[in-house]
């Protein structure tokens, strides 16, 4: 039983990661928003598999949460965000890293973050053991999207996985840590993704394009 | 029981500002909300002020079953909130003013300021009071969300970039925060299921059962992550840009306390953290961070061509004095790092001022077109000159005590490697800060200027936050001085060798 | 009978009331007065308690937690009260001075601020000289610094004074740092700021500790007293101030320098009888030596008559430090006679420097403030039409020259005796070393003389050389008096070198007192026979004597003849005019050419010419300069690697929002890495 | 303290030495002539000079200021001051105790401050063209001048002449080889300083060459009287230096008449053969090329330092 537990835990885990790879992997706008709308749905069953072995029931009100909010409302917003739109942003045209080169990267990180998860006492916990390294390899994962992509969407999906990233560690750490919390940070996230839309909006506006290279007027040199 | 009391006390203290934010939503007049947003201001002073006297006497209060915890730590922050905040809304009205006859502002533009204006004081005043380490994360990210709306206020291509830069680093940032939260509440249901395992007070007294292991690795998340939002170098890349873009009140009040509230998420862990593993793990951590981020700003002041940028810079660098304080430790350590707190949050919202009514006198916020400003504005000229002065720690104005003792105690804990290079810093940032702030202040002015200041509302904060400079230089209040003393005793721990 | 502590109390307030004046006044006519005679008034109060401290007891004073953690301490030795005495006497004359100098700059409605910054500068200085706590004495330090760096801005609409300014603050903040370092060392030793603690505690320190103490202090100091090759701000500042200041800061400031340097040798570093503190006094003569020569090198090429000044500023500093080097190696070979006698020439040194070069900034800033120019090659025959100022800058002159019977003949006599009893030492390297010290030193003795020729002759003797000098009036009664009040002393220390070594005996307890002012001072050799003596009094008495009885002599041998005006001999050719006269470049020429390995003098040319044929040449300009070796060789590639340093860390800063995000992925990952690696699981 | 007598025997040294100085140059002169093959003038017309000149009437140039009047009595106070300080045919003198050779330097020192500046003071180009070369020369003196006094003073226990003059007649040259350095440096800067060749001609009046002369070049009547004789004065004393200290032979080391006399005869024939060496070497040498004169100095200086080296070896 305890074996058997493990091994859906680490699977889960496993197809949350291929998840993540998706949108590193990807190039299209669309082709990430879907991944992440898969990542998202894979994230929630996770979720529901962490309430189902701590047996504790608000947990599932938070992975109905995320689904709903993730993989239904976010993209929706970004979406409809996107639609209104008038210039060409749909392709992430030229990474600093290319995309076989960055799939690598990923997995380097998450390697990296297995050892660097090592010496953190897991009190045979078998829920921490599986999700702990692939919560942090998807912050790794995140940033790593965060720091290659060079527009201004990309940049926010890399954002969404660092927060997706974020749920499960704490769900997978804490068991939930408090229902008015657990609501004040997906506030917390929404308002961010409703604010940074603003921003897409206005930065498409402003600058014609949504490539970050054009936000280099404040710098040093 | 006084509890009603208490829990009156904090809902009064948070009262003004949602109020203040209804009223702005509801009038949308010009003239009257700045005055509404005086009035918060004031109200809120008040009433720290009231609340800081009662914490001198009974070091701490609790409200709403623990979820509120004020003790002198937080009283400090919520000092400093309340009077930049007090001064940052009376400069606003005549700062917002001019701006509206210059025509870069409308009417809506103006209410959705004094809007976020409210607010962002409201997230600022939670963030000190929250026992709940998740509130308090909350609220911080809380505070970067209502500042990048004000940063981005007028839609310019800068602001928009800087908003941008800002948002998305400063919420990486703070994810990595949440992260080291969560790993601390981790570790204290590990060690110990008590019922408040996410409030500080819980964390802090179980905190010697922790896992150093796991205490090491959520130090880091929380150093990375709340060093972010405090501008703590390498972290600290979007301080410049979001500092120099915002409307000017809003820059001090970024300068000035929302880093102050950042920094105390750090202190807070750190006080976590030394009561678990000692105080050697995260002192170090904070004191390479610290060094490194004096030496960038030192570095960076030197090439600048925008005021504002460079003001931001010094706020690096004193963001890096503050947490070398904390890491030198000792009570001159400790004790100058929250002096420095304080006066950093006097200093750099008058310089902010200052450089506000420079740029809009002068239509520039280019260093090299501007000259001469004690011929044109003699009095903002010469409160110009004594921010300056007071922010590279000149005496006998008030920057310098807190630094000598951070200084001191640099040596006395025998880092002297980290202290001879933050001294050269010092001096370094001396020079080249100096160097720019004396070519605009003297020098003859274009002769086209015309003289004359920007108006008493905009000289009035600048007095006294100048007053303050000059005061805490030479006296500090009795109550002021035990309030940091009981602030440093919490953060060494109790008591010092 | 007042006690001392109350006068000193009154003092400061006379001089914080100065202040306040010049904050409220208006520009009266009496704006003037009313700024400066409260500080007239305080120097006198600080004579006066000086004066009683030297011959009674010290002040101690003290206001408990003035500043969180820090006590307010005030103690006056008589180490601090003999340079209090020296601040009381040129504040003095120099606020005397002021009130006439400052009328210029009421015309310009500035006269305010100027005495504002003027009564807190003296303040500060008076203060750091009292304070006995490391963290006022920097406080006291730094304002004398920030308050003597606004006054040198003060004519702020000249890039050039602001840029000479800032040199000057970030020199001085540098060294504040190592005086700050030097402290500090202290305090990890003895746990307390107070210079009580420093002053029992520190013989116990280890030695290099001791060691550290003293290099940084020395640096920190040096730096403030403008010792080669930190004296890169001096010759700046002092020119751009304004002369009544540049009198103070070259008269008193710098000194205070030298004050920091004894309190931390004799005070704080645990100095005492020791081989091992030998090299201190080595380092002291080796730097004294060096100011002194470079000092005095560009002094006679100046042709910035203020700018000569400061140079010859660094100069005495540099005297001053050879002898207060000599008297540390003396001291820690026990030759207690012979550091006595190094000190008493090295704080003589310093109280003459202080007189004359007061004197001398003031008579300057009088032939500026006449003629509106500080270059003298547009000056000349000054001395028609300012006789009285020339009279007081010739006995300054003289005095700085080191000439018989003025007082810096004797300081320079002191030193040159110290010099000489090296011989006592008992290790034939340093013999011989201090013996090959006195070359520079002589060679600046004889170079400062030409300096001054140069400076006097060319301002005050000849033709004017351009308008600036003609049509001029002598300069106020107020400025004259405040002149003669530091000529009248240089002429006092000079005749009556008693008056000195007697001050300085009783300020610092020096065992050997001259018992009468009639007594000449004697040094003995090791056969107990007289190796020196000199009886100013009597010298004087001689060369007045001598010159009654050569005059009378002339008269009854020569009877009464006549004396014609005519013009100079023209050769007959006639027209003699003032292109044809020497000029002080031409005048420097020889010593320009002598020392050209320093100097490296070249020609710069600039042609104008007419329309595009350059051979058409409307004016042609030719300017010898000289090159500064240490702007080039050591502050320009200092600075300059500061700022490739700068350039380097500035382009972190890219822009780009991917690079920043990156800077915190690898903080992260490197802090993580630290953590896993540093605790191997 | 010494005796009235002992004082009376000073003033008349200090008078012999008033006296003397013109005599001096009447004799270097009178050498001079007759080594070029001429008979010369007197030895007494340096004499016969000064009281022509103060009888003379005076034409003052009128560019100049009080400071070129009163340079001559100045010069002459400084240079008779110096005087005092002089142990001549008594191996002491009663003034020691009042000022030493570092006085007599001084002394010397303030003469040359006032002729440069008397120099500078007449506006043409001659007196700017001599205090411009004597400041360089006097500059450079004054190192080469200490250093030999430096290696003088502890070999004979002090820079009070005449404890340096009494140890030098009671001790002989042989177990101090540095005097011997000290002395040639010493005589090449009293060549320096008293203007003779190769420093400076005396008796030129070609502006290429002149140095001294050109700075009294205005002067006329008693003030150039007062300019000769002291410039005189000057000589004798360091000639007198220069004999006493390293050649102190028959000096009289007591106040008896007989040893006086003895002493005094033997001065005056010593001063001589030097005056007349020094006529000797004036002629045989040309002057130097301006700026080969620091050569010169160097050469005094590095003797100096040699016998520093040696003093202490």
């Known amino acids: 039983m305890e074996t058997m537990q493990f091994d859906v835990l680490t699977i889960s885990g496993a197809v949350l990661l291929i998840a993540t790879f998706g949108i590193v992997a990807t190039r299209g706008f669309m082709d990430w928003l879907n991944a992440y709308r898969y990542q998202s749905i894979v994230l929630s069953g996770v979720t529901a598999i962490i309430g189902y072995v701590t047996g504790i029931w608000e947990i599932y009100i938070a992975a109905g949460l995320t689904l709903v909010i993730k993989s239904i409302i976010i993209p929706k917003v970004l979406t409809y965000v996107t639609r209104k739109l008038e210039i060409e942003f749909k392709l992430e045209t030229n990474p600093y890293v290319s995309i076989r080169a960055s799939v690598i990267i990923s997995a380097l990180l998450v390697a990296l973050s297995y050892f660097l998860i090592q010496q953190i006492p897991f009190k045979s916990d078998q829920i921490v053991n599986a999700y702990l390294p692939v919560s942090m390899a998807q912050f790794f994962i995140g940033l790593f999207v965060l720091v290659n992509r060079r527009t201004v969407l990309s940049q926010v999906v890399g954002l969404l996985i660092i927060e997706n990233g974020l749920f499960l560690f704490a769900m997978a750490l804490t068991h939930g840590v408090s229902l008015l919390i657990e609501v004040g940070i997906f506030v917390d996230i929404l308002v961010g993704i409703l604010i940074s839309s603003i921003l897409l909006f206005r930065i498409s506006r402003t600058f014609d394009s949504l490539d970050v290279g054009k936000l280099e007027n404040l710098r040093d040199d | 029981m006084d509890s009603l009391i208490s829990n009156l006390t904090i809902l009064f203290l948070l009262l003004p500002p949602i109020v203040g934010a209804g009223l702005v939503t509801v009038l949308k007049k010009k003239r009257t909300i700045g005055i509404i947003t005086i009035c918060t201001a004031s109200l809120i002073l008040v009433q720290v002020l009231l609340l800081v006297s009662k914490i001198v006497s009974e070091k701490t209060i609790t409200a709403f079953g623990n979820t509120f915890y004020v003790d002198s730590l937080s009283a400090v922050i919520l000092l400093s909130v309340s009077v930049v905040g007090f001064v940052a809304a009376l400069y606003s009205k005549n700062y917002m003013g001019r701006q509206y006859d210059n025509g870069t502002v409308d009417d809506k533009h103006i209410v959705r300021y004094y809007q976020g204006f409210n607010v962002f004081l409201l997230t600022m005043l939670v963030v000190p009071i929250a026992n709940n380490l998740g509130i308090m994360w909350v609220t911080v990210e809380a505070t970067t969300l209502v500042s990048v709306l004000l940063i981005m206020l007028y839609f310019k291509e800068n602001a928009i970039e800087a908003a941008w830069k800002y948002l998305i680093i400063a919420t990486v940032g703070l994810s990595f925060a949440l992260i080291g939260t969560v790993f601390f509440y981790y570790a204290n249901i590990n060690a110990n299921t008590s019922e408040d395992a996410m409030n500080w007070t819980g964390m802090v007294h179980d905190a010697k059962h922790f896992d150093p292991n796991l205490v090491k690795i959520a130090f880091v998340f929380i150093l990375v992550g709340f060093g972010t939002k405090a501008g703590l170098a390498p972290m600290h890349t979007w301080l410049p ?24 998420g750090i202190i807070r862990f750190h006080i976590v953290s030394s009561a678990s593993i000692g105080p050697e793990f995260s002192s170090q951590l904070l004191i390479i961070l610290a060094v490194v981020s004096i030496g960038i700003a030192a570095a960076s002041i030197y090439f600048q061509k925008d005021m504002k940028r460079m003001l931001a810079y010094s706020s690096v660098e004193h963001m890096g004095l503050i947490s070398l304080g904390i890491g030198f430790g000792g009570l001159f350590g400790i004790y100058g790092a929250i002096l420095q707190i304080v006066n950093h949050a006097m200093a750099k919202p008058l310089m902010f001022f200052a450089s506000g009514s420079v740029n809009q006198k002068y239509e520039a916020k280019a260093m090299s077109k501007i000259k001469g400003i004690i011929r044109v504005m003699p009095v903002t000229g010469i409160l110009f000159l004594i921010g300056g002065l007071a922010l590279v720690g000149m005496p006998p104005f008030n920057v310098f005590l807190s630094e000598f003792m951070i200084l001191s105690s640099g040596f006395k804990s025998g880092q002297f490697i980290a202290t001879s290079l933050v001294i050269l810093f010092l001096v370094i940032t001396f020079a080249v800060f100096l160097r720019h702030l004396l070519k605009m202040i003297f020098g003859n002015p274009l002769s086209e200027m015309k003289k004359g200041e920007m108006g008493k509302l905009a000289i009035i904060p600048m007095a006294i936050l100048c007053s303050l400079v000059v005061i805490f230089g030479i006296f500090i209040p009795a109550q002021l001085q035990t309030l940091i003393h009981n602030a440093s005793t919490i953060i060494s721990g109790g008591g010092f060798a | 009978m007042v006690s001392n502590l109350i006068l000193f109390q009154i003092s400061v307030l006379l001089f914080l009331g100065g202040a306040l004046l010049g904050l409220l006044s208006r520009n009266s006519r009496f704006s003037r007065h009313a700024i400066f005679v409260p500080s007239m008034i305080g120097s006198i109060f600080t004579i006066m308690f000086s004066i009683g401290v030297i011959t009674g007891k010290p002040i101690t004073w003290m206001i408990p937690n003035a500043v969180p953690f820090f006590d307010l301490e ?31 700059y009421q015309i310009e409605k500035r006269t305010a601020a100027l005495g504002f910054l003027f009564n807190i500068f003296v303040l500060s200085m008076i203060l750091v000289v009292s304070s006995n706590n490391a963290f006022f004495f920097l406080v006291f330090w730094e304002s004398m610094s920030l308050t003597s760096f606004f006054l040198v801005i003060y004519d702020h609409d000249k890039e050039e004074n602001l840029k000479s300014g800032m040199t000057y603050l970030v020199m001085t903040h540098l060294g504040t740092a190592f005086i700050f370092a030097s402290f500090l060392l202290g305090y990890i030793q003895t746990g307390s700021f107070s210079f009580d603690s420093f002053r029992h505690g520190s013989a116990g320190f280890p030695l290099f500790v001791k060691n550290l103490v003293f290099i940084f202090a020395f640096i920190g100091f040096g730096t403030k007293a403008g010792m080669v090759p930190l004296h890169g701000w001096l010759p700046k500042a002092h020119p751009s101030a304004p002369s009544n200041i540049s009198a103070l800061m070259s008269a008193v400031m710098i000194k205070i320098g030298i004050y920091g340097i004894i309190r931390t040798i004799f005070d704080f570093s645990g100095f005492g009888v020791s081989p091992d503190f030998v090299w201190w006094g080595m380092l002291l003569i080796v730097f004294g030596s060096a100011s002194a020569i470079v000092g005095v090198l560009y002094a006679v090429v100046e042709r910035d008559i203020k700018r000569a000044l400061a140079f010859s500023s660094i100069e005495n500093i540099g005297i001053i430090l050879v002898g207060l080097g000599l008297s540390v190696v003396f001291a820690s070979f026990q030759l207690t006679a012979f550091a006595v006698l190094a000190l008493v020439a090295s704080m003589y040194h310093t109280i003459n420097h202080a007189v004359f070069k007061g004197l001398l900034f003031m008579g300057a800033g009088s032939v500026v403030s006449a003629t509106h120019t500080k270059n003298i090659e547009h000056l000349g025959g000054l001395v028609k039409q300012m006789p009285w100022t020339a009279l007081l800058f010739l006995i300054g002159a003289i005095s700085i020259s080191g000439l018989p019977p003025f007082n810096g003949f004797v300081s320079e006599w002191f030193t040159m005796q110290s010099l000489l009893s090296s011989h006592h030492i008992p290790s034939t ?13 002589a060679l600046t003795i004889g170079i400062a003389a030409a300096t001054f020729v140069k400076l006097f002759g060319m301002t005050f003797l000849s033709k004017a050389r351009s308008k600036h000098a003609i049509h001029i009036k002598e300069v106020s009664r107020s400025m004259i008096l405040g002149m003669s009040i530091l000529a009248a002393a240089c002429v006092l220390l000079g005749v009556v070198p008693y008056l000195g070594t007697s001050l300085i005996s009783t300020a610092f307890h020096l065992s050997s007192q001259p018992s009468s002012p009639f007594d000449s001072v004697s040094i003995q050799n090791s056969s107990g026979k007289s190796f020196a003596n000199l009886s100013m009094p009597v010298v004087v008495i001689i060369l007045s004597s001598v010159l009654v009885a050569i005059f009378g002599f002339i008269r009854v041998l020569g009877g009464n003849t006549k004396k014609t005006a005519y013009g100079t001999w023209d050769c007959g050719f006639g027209g003699l005019n003032e292109r044809m006269e020497y000029t002080p470049t031409s005048l420097s020429q020889p010593i320009r050419a002598v020392f050209k390995v320093f100097f490296k003098p070249h020609n710069q040319t600039e042609k104008e010419s007419f329309g595009e044929n350059p051979y058409l040449l409307k004016t042609v300009k030719i300017e010898t300069v000289v090159k500064n070796i240490f702007e080039e060789m050591l502050y320009a590639p200092m600075v300059s690697s500061f700022v490739f340093f700068f350039d380097k860390v500035r382009r972190l800063q890219t822009g780009k929002i991917n690079a920043y995000l990156l800077y915190i992925m690898i903080t992260l990952v490197l802090l993580l890495l630290f953590v896993r690696l540093s605790n191997n699981v | 303290m010494y005796d009235i007598a002992t004082i009376v025997v000073g003033i008349i040294q200090v008078l012999a030495m008033l006296a003397l100085a013109p005599l001096l140059t009447g004799i270097i002169r009178k050498t001079k002539a007759r080594t070029q093959k001429r008979i010369g003038a007197s030895i007494l017309q340096p004499y016969y000079d000064l009281l022509k000149l103060v009888r003379k009437d005076e034409v003052i140039s009128d560019q100049t200021s009080w400071i070129f009047r009163a340079c001559p009595w100045v010069n002459f106070a400084a240079m008779a001051t110096a005087a005092f300080f002089i142990p001549v045919f008594l191996v002491y003198t009663p003034f020691g105790l009042v000022g030493d050779l570092l006085l007599v330097v001084g002394l010397f020192a303030l003469g040359r401050f006032f002729t440069m500046l008397a120099g500078l003071d007449v506006a043409s180009s001659f007196g700017g063209l001599g205090s411009s070369r004597e400041m360089m020369i006097s500059a450079l003196l004054e190192p080469a001048l200490f250093l030999s006094i430096f290696v003088v003073a502890i070999t004979y ?125 004036e002629s045989s040498v040309a002057k130097w090329r301006l700026f080969r004169i620091p050569d010169l100095i160097a050469i005094a200086i590095a003797t100096s330092m040699i016998g520093i080296v040696l003093c202490y070896l």
């Open chain 3, 74 to 104: 005030i103690f006056v030795d008589g180490i601090s009260a003999f340079f209090l005495l020296i601040i009381g006497i040129v504040s003095f004359a120099v606020s005397l001075y002021s009130i006439g100098y400052s009328k210029e």
């Open chain 4, 157 to 281: 226990g002090g820079t009070n002449l005449s404890t340096m003059i009494e140890a030098s007649s009671n001790s002989s040259f042989l177990p101090h080889p540095q005097i011997i350095f000290a002395a040639i440096g010493l005589f090449i800067i009293i060549l320096g300083e008293t203007g003779r060749l190769p420093f400076d001609n005396p008796a030129t009046h070609l502006e290429l060459t002149m140095v001294h002369e050109t700075m009294i070049l205005e002067y006329s009547g008693k003030s150039l009287a007062m300019m000769e004789w002291s410039q005189s004065i000057k000589q004798i004393i360091l000639f007198t230096l220069m004999v006493n200290i390293f050649v102190p032979w028959g000096i009289s080391s007591s106040i008896l008449f007989s040893s006086l006399a003895v002493g005094f005869f033997m001065f005056a024939g010593k001063i001589s053969l030097f005056g007349i060496f020094v006529a000797f070497l």
């Open chain 3, 429 to 441: 390297i340093l013999q011989i070393s201090i013996a090959f010290a006195s070359l520079p030193f």
């Open chain 2, 241 to 264: 840009d979001a500092h120099s873009e915002a409307p000017t009140p809003v820059s001090a009040i970024l300068s000035g306390v929302l880093l102050n509230c950042a920094f105390y």
